[in-house]
């Protein structure tokens, strides 16, 4: 349920209910007072389900509603179909998670992996991944022995489905550690 707060109560890191538009986190907020009129209170807001960022702006002391979030431990367990079965750590529970409530968060998730899941109202509404995670390659043109080119790339398809760009070096059966946030190799592990 959410709870009404004062936009000149926000703090970076807060979610934001704003109906019909969806969940927002707080990513930063300014108070503005100008010479004349009235105080406002800018905002940069990211959409927690698309991540879309948008910019808003409120007049002061006026009323949000803010989302109590609930973050839970949850272990991958397997993959059926396109879906996820989570299970809860703490109680056990088996939860099915579609692709769709995942996002892109369904390329860095591999059996036995922990994601923190961030719930409200009961319901799943994004997946918070570490900032790196470690895959194996499945696919790649094979590297030569010498090649060392700096900054060449090519292409490589990890356990996941997910395809990224890799130096020439990486084989199949390579372990690699992509960043989630922007899904770019970062070293092999």
Do not use: C
């Amino acid at each position: 349920m959410p709870v009404a707060t004062s936009t000149n109560d926000l703090k970076n890191g807060m979610t934001l209910d704003l109906g019909a538009d969806g969940l927002f986190s707080v990513i930063e907020f300014q108070h503005v007072k100008p010479g004349k009129g009235g105080a406002f209170v800018r905002t940069k807001l990211k959409n927690i389900r698309t991540g879309a960022v948008i910019d808003r702006t409120y007049r002061a002391d006026e009323r949000v509603d803010q989302a109590i979030i609930e973050k839970r431990e949850m272990q991958a367990l397997y993959r059926e179909h396109d879906d996820w079965v989570l299970m809860d750590t703490q109680s056990y529970d088996q939860i099915t998670v579609t692709a769709a409530t995942l996002g892109s968060s369904v390329h860095y998730i591999r059996e036995g992996s922990q994601v923190l899941v961030l719930m409200y109202e009961g319901q799943i509404v994004a997946v918070e991944l570490p900032t790196a995670v470690e895959l194996t390659v499945v696919d790649t043109e094979p590297g030569l022995q010498g090649d060392r080119v700096s900054g060449a790339r090519k292409p490589a398809t990890l356990e996941t489905g997910l395809v990224v760009q890799v130096p020439l070096f990486v084989n199949v059966g390579d372990t690699v550690k992509v960043d989630t946030r922007s899904g770019e190799y970062l070293t092999r592990a």
